[in-house]
């Protein structure tokens, strides 16, 4: 136990043994001497005792600020053998009721140093004990009962040895007792501050709460997940309005649900585990968002890839035998001049052009020719995109905004204002003449190059989000469903990404993200 807290208690041990002695002397006057009549000796008690309050008032505030050390146990174990031998004395020797504040003092010096302490309090007690009896015989010798005297004396030392003894044993025990608690107490508080560390630095969402359901616990990984600070959490108490569902969800395996949160609908990865100790649960989440849309990103690059490579194939086998068709119509235009046959080869060939710009486009789909990347400054870029579509009449009464920061990218300027054609193109159908407006703007996302073209409708359906960029799959009157995914490959064959939100409160965005320039040699190409 630390020394601080044995005096601590010590004090208050005193306090409550002056007050009894205080006591103790008032019934013994009141009973012996009329009221009023105090001797010299009664009022050195008196004034003993009062000088007691006063020492540990004073070792009272040093307690409480702080200022603590050996030599206040020192100085008390002293004072506590002086207070008994002078209340001894002044009450009567060995006749004193109050013989007892030795083995006090004695329980105390043990209490505060342990074994050492109890032998000096033994010492000390002994030697003021013999001094007060030879004090008080030296003028009342010859009158004196030796024999009782010293009876007593030797019953008042050896009763002061044995409580040395006990005093210093239990002392001991105490001081290693103490040690193994404070010991127990910092090991505790080391593994508790652990413990809150880890909880506070893990990447997982963390939250617990009672059999009733409602919140007890939140870590700050939970607290960026769901977007909501801890005592906004906590404030919603049940965890079906945070989770809903969670508590039916089974502890033997792991599931996936969809929340709603301030920072829109995230996919959270969910473990529960019951808590016997109160009956609760904890449970441990994490944000599968991001993950589960790069599965799908992923799972659209291997579909268009598969694709692609079928397409090529299909379209190789088309464009040989249409030569072919192209050329017989062409000598059938010639034989039939003027003949109803003459309009119907021109026909021929009017369809087999058309389906032959078709499956061109679509060989530069499946084979986009490998972009020559420069360092390019894409405000730049989009201005001369945004000049060419000037007169294009899908932009007549479309409002168009431009945010355009200086912004350089490594890429490909002709394919990327291919890019840019298709997505303002697109966002011009969506919106219509009159009836929205369209942004394109150019910065920087986390120190990454982007090229964003926003409009107004958000027309595109959710369940349609996950196929816009496939070949053929178009929504739009007269599409031919090759545009984007025309966009998808160039932006993929830059090293880029492309991600697509639409929502008609919102609107529809298109962001293009770009290599940055830096350390990319001009007229880099990237090895296609």
């Keep these: 136990m630390d020394l601080r807290v044995r005096l601590l208690w010590l004090t208050l041990f005193r306090t409550v043994a002056t007050t009894l002695v205080l006591g103790g002397l008032g019934a013994q006057l009141s009973s012996e001497l009329p009221r009023g009549e105090l001797s010299t000796a009664d009022l050195t008690s008196f004034a003993i005792i009062g000088f007691s309050y006063v020492l540990t008032l004073v070792t009272g505030i040093l307690l409480r600020i702080g200022r603590v050390g050996p030599w206040a146990a020192w100085t008390q174990i002293i004072f506590d053998v002086l207070l008994a031998a002078s209340v001894v004395f002044l009450t009567g020797g060995t006749r004193s009721p109050f013989t007892f504040l030795f083995l006090v003092s004695i329980v105390g010096a043990a209490v505060l140093l342990g074994s050492r302490g109890a032998v000096v309090g033994l010492v000390g007690a002994a030697a003021a004990y013999l001094g007060v009896m030879v004090s008080l015989m030296g003028p009342n010798v010859a009158t004196a009962n030796l024999p009782r005297l010293a009876i007593d004396v030797v019953i008042q030392l050896l009763a002061q040895l044995l409580i040395a003894v006990l005093s210093g044993y239990v002392g001991e025990q105490l001081s290693r007792t103490g040690g193994q608690l404070s010991a127990s107490e910092r090991n505790l508080k080391s593994l508790t501050e652990l413990q809150n560390e880890i909880v506070s630095v893990m990447p997982s969402g963390l939250i617990t709460c009672d059999a009733a359901g409602e919140v007890t616990f939140v870590n700050p990984a939970a607290e960026a997940i769901l977007g909501a600070s801890a005592e906004a959490v906590v404030q919603v108490r049940r965890i079906d309005e945070l989770l ?8 033997a395996r792991r599931s996936e649900m969809r929340v709603e949160t301030p920072r829109g609908e995230r996919i959270l990865g969910l473990s529960v585990t019951p808590l016997t100790a109160t009956e609760g649960l904890l449970i441990v989440f994490q944000d599968l968002t991001e993950l589960r849309r790069v599965e799908r990103e992923l799972d659209s690059i291997d579909h268009l890839a598969t694709l692609g490579r079928v397409s090529a194939q299909l379209a190789h086998e088309i464009r040989n035998p249409l030569a072919a068709m192209r050329g017989s119509a062409q000598m059938l235009v010639g034989d039939a001049a003027g003949a109803q046959n ?53 932009f007549r009464g479309v409002r168009v905004e431009e945010q355009l920061e200086p912004v350089e990218a490594v890429c490909d300027a002709a394919q990327l204002k291919q890019v840019l054609i298709n997505l303002l193109r697109n966002a011009a159908v969506a919106v219509g003449p009159s009836r929205g407006r369209i942004r394109v703007s150019v910065g920087l996302a986390q120190g990454v190059p982007r090229v964003e073209v926003w409009d107004s409708a958000g027309s595109i359906a959710a369940e349609d989000l996950q196929r816009i960029f496939e070949p053929f799959f178009s929504k739009a009157q007269g599409g031919s469903g090759l545009g984007l995914s025309t966009v998808h490959s160039i932006v993929q064959a ?34 296609r």
């Design 494 to 527: 830059h090293g880029g990404s492309i991600t697509v939100e639409s929502n008609p409160a919102t609107g529809t965005a298109f962001s293009v993200k770009l290599p940055a320039s830096e350390g990319v040699p001009h007229g880099a190409n990237p090895g």
């Design 342 to 394: 003459e309009r119907l080869a021109r026909l021929i060939l009017r369809e087999s052009d058309r389906l032959a710009v078709l499956v061109e486009g679509y060989l530069k789909l499946a084979r986009p020719p490998p972009p020559q990347l420069t360092p390019a400054r894409l405000d730049h870029v989009v201005r001369e995109t945004l000049e060419l579509l000037h007169a294009d009449p899908s």
């Design 244 to 251: 809903p569902g969670a508590k039916a969800l089974s502890a």
